[in-house]
């Protein structure tokens, strides 16, 4: 829940920036239109290939994860906890290893708020159900999260 509510404020930051230059500029949607018909140049902009598959994790965020003491079972288990209580993308398909390792960085970033005293585990509860997820899904996800997966969690080492 929380990692929908980070991207959706942070593509509605993007839109209010870009569009707030745009404002004095009157409207017109064909200009709009014509910078981005290809139909007579087949020169199309086409989008670089990651490196990693669409979906896989990325070993960078793998290394983050353990070294704050976060394994690669300890991802899969919190998966399988956001999945059943709507904490992915889509309760109706599986989560991707590099969904997986989203939710595991951001259930990290607040156990480590938890253990270092700055946010409770009730606030986090309390925050989730606001952006619509239940007292059932929240009580189970931060019942993993309180009983296996913070206890494991050390802040980030110093870079």
Known sequence: MKIRTIAAAALLAACLTSCGEADDAPLDDSAAVEEIDTSEDDTAIEEPESEFGKGDAVPETTERLRSVGITDDLVQQLAAVGQVNN?????????????????????????????????????????????????????????????SFCPHVRPEPAQ
């Open 87 to 147: 904490y992915g993308l889509s309760i109706e398909k599986p989560m991707t290893e590099f969904e997986k390792q989203g939710l595991a960085i951001g259930q990290m970033m607040n156990c480590q708020d938890v253990n270092a005293g700055d946010r409770t585990y009730e606030e986090l509860m309390q925050e989730d159900m606001s952006t619509g997820a239940t007292w059932k899904q929240v009580s189970e996800m931060y019942g993993f999260l309180e009983e």
